[in-house]
């Protein structure tokens, strides 16, 4: 005796059940991951120290470049040691502070003059220089 099915499935059937798969997988990862997008960030509170600096408002940024012969860079332009110091001798902000970035490879001699011409004409300092990566 031979037993035949009486509800034949479509091949069609087939090929859309991957595609809900999918569909419900991707519903399922917005769901999920949505709710951590909202989010504002990590709240962070540093220890209360002496040594911490408070924002400067209107710091001047003095870049010194290594290679292949290192270049000080104040407001976008190249200058000399000594332009520098007409430079910073003209400025009218109203903050009398310097940002002095020296990449890692900067003859540290370069970046102790651009400190003392800062110094000398009563601006404070602040150092950030590159880390020597072994």
């Known amino acids: 005796m031979k037993l035949t099915r009486t509800l034949k499935i479509p091949a069609w059937l087939f090929s859309l059940i991957p595609l809900v798969n999918v569909v419900f997988l991707v519903v399922i990862f917005f769901a999920l991951s949505s709710r951590f997008v909202l989010q504002p960030g990590l709240a962070v509170s540093l220890p209360p120290s002496s040594f911490t600096l408070a924002p400067r408002d209107g710091a001047q940024i003095i870049s010194i ?6 270049t000080i860079y104040h407001h976008d332009q190249a200058v ?5 110091g007409q430079h910073l001798g003209e400025s009218r902000t109203t903050g009398r502070s310097v940002i002095i970035k020296a990449d890692a490879g900067t003859p540290y001699a370069l970046v102790v003059q651009v400190t003392d011409e800062a110094l000398r004409l009563g601006f404070s300092v602040i150092l950030a220089t590159g880390a020597e990566r072994p």
Request: hydrophobic residues 45%.
């Open 80 to 84: 000399t040691l000594a332009e520098l």
């Open 65 to 70: 470049t290594s290679a292949p012969v290192p």
